[in-house]
């Protein structure tokens, strides 16, 4: 038995699903273009299978749209969609938040300093794809000790459809996110201020809200 037949299939539906959504995200699949179970297939090694229940999954998450026997392609970037998404994750991580400050460790705002840094230096340099990994890096130190499954799944969902946005403001040389409100929500954490924490969690996804506004 080969490798890749050893590999469970939920693996290889979940190993497709992460890759296009990924080339989405990154633009890579742009707005607009078609996608084909056989070409992906082919470029990412695996079966057509796992690729189309990659592709229900991301139609049910809004990053592609289907006509049956007719076409599947990426969704345009919709203001009203991120909108709703900023609502959704920024609900979720101000939830996190609540329950994960009384909860965090020396070690915790530490990582969460290290990470604002990268984001820092990484947002100075045009780095899309370190800024918003850091950022990534920064918010899920709450979320992963919140210990909150289902609202780790639910920001997982709708993030991607938020990215799309913040990638494309990066490109045109804006920032979405502030390295200062950052610090804010970090020396809120460290105080040990859960109201303080959860205001500025709020404000930061606000602030993408409104940027789906003006777009």
Request: charge should be negative.
């Amino acid at each position: 038995m080969s490798v890749v037949e050893a590999i469970p299939r939920t693996l290889l539906r979940d190993r497709a699903y992460a890759a296009i959504r990924d080339a989405i995200v990154a633009g890579e699949l742009e707005p607009g273009a078609v996608v084909r179970d056989a070409d992906l297939a082919e470029r990412l090694g695996l079966s057509r299978a796992p690729v189309r229940e990659a592709f229900s999954r991301l139609v049910d998450e809004g990053l592609l749209e289907s006509k049956p026997q007719s076409y599947t392609r990426v969704t345009p970037v919709v203001a009203a969609d991120v909108r709703d998404a900023a609502a959704v994750v920024g609900a979720m991580h101000e939830l996190v938040t609540r329950i994960a400050v009384p909860r965090l460790f020396a070690a915790d705002i530490e990582a969460m300093r290290t990470a604002n840094e990268r984001f820092a230096a990484a947002v100075g340099a045009g780095d899309v794809d370190g800024a918003l990994q850091a950022d990534d890096d920064l918010h899920d130190v709450l979320v992963r000790v919140s210990g909150n499954r289902a609202a780790a799944a639910t920001a997982a969902r709708y993030t991607p459809l938020i990215r799309r946005l913040e990638r494309r403001r990066f490109g045109e040389g804006g920032s979405c996110r502030s390295a200062g409100l950052h610090e804010r929500l970090i020396a809120a954490c460290a105080a040990g201020d859960v109201d303080a924490a959860v205001r500025v969690t709020a404000e930061i996804w606000r602030g993408l809200a409104e940027l789906a506004d003006s777009d």
